[in-house]
């Protein structure tokens, strides 16, 4: 019976799972790994704790010669090599935000509507261009040594499995240094940021091949884990919009067509698992990230101890709100200077309270995105998924903040379960349209009416509040 492994390499940790020929889930495992913060507003990882990571997940799934691999990975991440191979720093992450000198820089000497038309996307800090201007500012003698820059899952791909150093299209696209359209890297861009072309791997499609391990398994290149999970959660053009609530906030919703010449970079545009298919979403930096970040003051309190004292509070929680700007932000403020705060706080307020805020504050940051959404949508419900989902409360909450029907998939693990489906494609077991029509069985979660008045006056405050820290008239 043929067997395919996704090796998803994620912010928290390394995540591996392994499906048969019909897309059931026969064993899944996860390793974490470490986050240094070495300065404020900096987040780096060794990519060595990938490996290390994706190595103990791989051999706790018990798949010992699967038919085919794919590896799905956070995106935007720098990993910086020599000319022998070796990491020469350790990766500079998503959710930095040190390159904002750097962002400004590529906005300015290219133009904001000239980079829209070469790339789709505004540059943010945390992408891969401004970083790696970061790294040839502040960094000469690193930069002097740099023969080849990679993404953290095709680092990972390279180094366990070897074949060819190349990216796929949807990774690529998280870089700012790629013809989204196009589907190729952007040579005007990169000339005119003065990077060498030869730093850059091979771009190809998400289910092409790179080659075979030594034990004989199929490895494909995958996708970013956004583009993965989509494929993992049955996202389609024109269907329903997907809701990640991972460390970041995602809404993504998949479209048959790329992005028109007139895209103002208030989302992001991406090419998706499919050479017919690209991505536009709008990314929150703080969702789970809250969470875990509330979950550290209180001591590692269990995330069921908090939910719990949290549901004896009010819906808005009687005037306490709370922005997750603990990174800065990106849709739709990108502004990386933004920081979280409570507001509202009263004596009476308990750790439940705060607890519910938090959850509340990250529900509106979604409804933020939602907003920003511009095709019309043909339907109010959304796929959900990542670890914060799990609780009851929190579906509840967001529905009723976004007043959206949400469909919790069966796979937690939607990034791992995408990069498995794409291994499936590429050895022809099903299509990648049969692929997206696999995830099924969906547990729904309605907006509760009795709330959703109390939350349009949250949402109202968040509003004012995020707007008072902007400068902006909301």
Not at 346 to 352: L, P, T, W
Request: hydrophobic content about 40%; aromatic content about 6%.
């Amino acid at each position: 019976m043929p067997t395919f492994v996704g090796l998803d390499v994620g912010t928290s940790g390394t995540k591996a799972l392994a499906v048969d020929r019909r897309g059931h889930v026969l064993a899944c495992a996860e390793r974490s790994h470490a986050t240094s913060r070495p300065q404020p507003g900096f987040s780096e990882q060794d990519p060595e704790d990938w490996v290390r990571s994706a190595t103990q997940a791989l051999h706790d799934v018990g798949q010992t010669r699967p038919t085919g691999l794919a590896c799905s990975g956070q995106m935007h991440g720098l990993v910086l090599l020599d000319g022998r191979g070796r990491v020469l720093r350790p990766a500079i992450l998503w959710n930095d935000g040190r390159a904002a000198a750097e962002r400004r820089e590529i906005e300015e000497l290219v133009g904001a509507s000239r980079l829209l038309s070469l790339v789709a996307n505004r540059p943010v800090p945390g992408f891969t261009a401004p970083s790696l201007l970061w790294v040839r500012r502040h960094e000469p003698d690193i930069w002097e040594r740099v023969r080849m820059m990679m993404l953290p899952k095709d680092y990972v791909r390279w180094r366990m499995m070897g074949g060819a150093p190349v990216t796929d299209v949807s990774d690529a696209s998280g870089t700012l240094l790629f013809d989204v359209r196009r589907r190729r890297w952007s040579a005007e861009l990169l000339d005119a940021l003065e990077l060498d072309h030869t730093l850059l791997p091979e771009v190809i499609e998400c289910a092409a091949g790179v080659g075979a391990s030594s034990d004989g398994t199929s490895v494909v290149a995958g996708a970013g884990d956004q583009a993965a999970a989509a494929l993992g959660v049955g996202l389609r053009a024109n269907g329903p919009i997907g809701i990640s609530v991972g460390t970041s906030g995602v809404l993504a919703e998949l479209r048959s067509a790329p992005p028109a010449a007139e895209t103002d970079g208030r989302l992001q545009e991406l090419c998706a698992y499919s050479s017919e298919v690209w991505q536009t979403m709008g990314v929150t930096l703080a969702a789970g990230g809250s969470f875990a970040w509330w979950q550290g003051c209180c001591g590692q309190a269990s995330a069921e101890v908090l939910i719990a004292e949290a549901e004896a509070w009010p819906p808005g929680c009687e005037g306490l709100t709370f922005l997750p700007y603990l990174s800065g932000e990106r849709a739709p403020h990108h502004d990386e200077r933004l920081r979280g705060s409570f507001a509202g706080l009263a004596a009476h307020h308990d750790r439940g309270a705060l607890t519910r805020a938090v959850i509340e504050g990250v529900a509106c940051s979604l409804a933020d995105v939602l907003a920003l959404m511009q095709s019309p949508r043909r339907t109010l419900t959304a796929r959900l998924s990542g670890g914060l989902a799990k609780s009851r409360l929190v579906r509840e909450i967001i529905a009723s903040v976004t007043g959206l029907t949400l469909e919790l998939t069966s796979v937690a693990d939607s990034a791992a379960y995408g990069a498995a489906l794409l291994a499936g494609v590429a050895a022809h077991e099903f299509d990648v349209h049969e692929a997206a029509a696999i995830p099924q069985g969906f547990e729904v979660t309605e907006p509760v009416a009795a709330d959703q008045d109390a939350y349009v006056g949250l949402l109202d405050r968040y509003r004012r509040l995020s707007g008072k820290l902007t400068g902006s008239d909301r």
